[in-house]
């Protein structure tokens, strides 16, 4: 076994094409380099992201009792307009949900398989857009804290998706449409107390991803249900490894499983 360790969301790196590293155990290895190699990965076990517990892993890598207790995975992470450390009152961990709360937040457009409005921390850009396989992205507002981002999401979500359509982002057919033209369209119902937040003159970024091999039909491979695959690597997108047999991994959501992974040519 050449690599073994837990499962963690791929880093990234803004280039053109995008880079990405997968990290196990003290291997930092640069995915772009085994394109068209045959991986080999293998179900281990699980080691919860937060206490290292070794059962089954709940949800985003944490067992049950973490994913329940930890400040990170409280509700206003999923939801921003339930964000309250602006008004100091604590959900888990008070000074934790300042620091994360309190800072400057982003509400975007992005197109990966169709336009959708997303909100995520300044400090998280264009990190969230490569994670989303968002193949151009636009910042519409800059807010001093996530609620406000919430609270102009649930406004904008009215009148376009907040959702990505995984299947159509692999299979790299992203509608062809002016986020710019968008933005205008969607200024007039933005609520006030964002309004003179709002950013008219940006321009969009595009991204570009290293997928030599796009998937027809994308399979999703779950590991826990098939503990060993073995495939060509023939691209990655957002979260996900493509291999050449249309099979498609994604790392995100399997955070907190420790695997095995042999390279061969």
């Known amino acids: ?22 990290i196990l155990d003290e291997a930092f290895i640069q995915l772009r380099q085994l394109l068209q190699k045959k991986l080999k990965l293998k179900f281990l076990g699980y080691q919860c992201l937060n206490c290292g517990s070794t059962e089954v892993t709940f949800r985003q890598g944490f067992c049950k009792s973490c994913f329940f207790e930890l400040p990170q995975t409280a509700d206003w992470v999923m939801y921003p307009e339930k964000s309250k450390a602006h008004l100091g009152i604590e959900e888990r961990d008070l000074k934790f949900e300042k620091k994360v709360q309190l800072q400057p937040h982003i509400v975007y457009l992005a197109n990966s398989s169709n336009v959708k409005v997303g909100v995520t921390r300044k400090t998280q850009l264009p990190t969230r857009w490569i994670d989303q396989g968002a193949e151009m992205a636009l910042e519409i507002l800059e807010v001093p804290n996530r609620y406000l981002a919430g609270v102009a999401e649930v406004a904008l979500k009215k009148h376009i998706s907040d959702k990505t359509n995984w299947r159509e982002m692999l299979k790299g057919k992203s509608s062809n449409e002016d986020l710019m033209v968008w933005r205008n369209q969607l200024e007039p119902y933005l609520p006030e107390q964002v309004k003179p937040y709002f950013l008219a003159n940006n321009q969009p970024l595009n991204l570009l991803f290293p997928v030599e091999q796009y998937p027809e039909k994308p399979i999703s491979l779950k590991l826990t249900k098939t503990p060993q695959y073995e495939g060509v690597l023939v691209g990655i997108k957002g979260q996900y490894l493509i291999f050449e047999d249309d099979t498609v991994f994604n790392i995100r959501s399997n955070e907190g499983l420790v695997v095995g992974l042999d390279v061969s040519t």
């Open 1 to 22: 076994m050449l690599y073994k360790g837990v499962l963690t969301k791929m880093k990234t790196e803004l280039s053109t094409p995008i880079n990405y590293f997968l």
